[in-house]
């Protein structure tokens, strides 16, 4: 008999953190609080391993507004350079100050069963770049190994094979989180109840069509995708 296919799925709760919940988040995504009690019903399931992310900036990180004169964030971008290769550049937008290392917004979000995460991913630490992504930044050209988050090594030696994905925001840590997970090879799947987006519903309608492209399946909590669980949930 052939052997049977391995079926070891992660969760990965992306940056459920009070600065992107309202309504005193610095960097509130709409209805973002939403996401908490789908992260919760996903983190009681049987997965094989649980992961959750947080954004955790030093002051005048590059993606803030308040680091270049003259910005507002929301609307403003800036250019961001390789540190190693002036030549690899990209632009990003710019948003207030959050998630500043050490300060409560940075905290995950009140409610969230963080008892239940084996592993928190710490990112966007570096000053001199941004990192939606919770496995690295988006420069290639050469990588940049001090900032990989070691995450993808983390999965891998659980013998991950297949990924779930929640949290916030949909159109931009959960989008870069999904999509260098199905870049590493797994089995991606973004659960779609359990997002918000900056840009609201309009912008993750965009986000979906973007991440199919990738290879990212979006998926529903009573889809066929989570039916391993059926029966389990509720
Ligand atoms: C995020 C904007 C800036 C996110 C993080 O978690 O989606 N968005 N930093
Ligand atoms: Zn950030």
Known sequence: MPAPTPFVPAL????????????????????????????????????????????????????FASAHPGAAPFTSSTTIANPRNPRETYETRLWPDHCVDGTPGQALAAGLEVARVEHVVRKGRDPRVEMYSAFRPPLRDPPLPEADSGLAEVLRARGVTDVFVVGLAGDYCVRYTAEDAAGEGWRTYVVQEGVRSVGGNEAWKGVVRELGEKGVKVVSLDGEELGWVRGLVK
């Open 12 to 63: 990965i709760v992306v940056d459920v953190q009070e600065d992107f919940c309202p309504p005193s988040g610095a960097l509130a995504v709409p209805d973002g609080r939403a996401v908490i009690p789908v992260a919760n019903a996903l983190l009681a399931l049987p997965f094989a391993f649980k992961v959750a992310t947080q954004d955790a900036h030093p002051p005048a990180h590059v993606s």
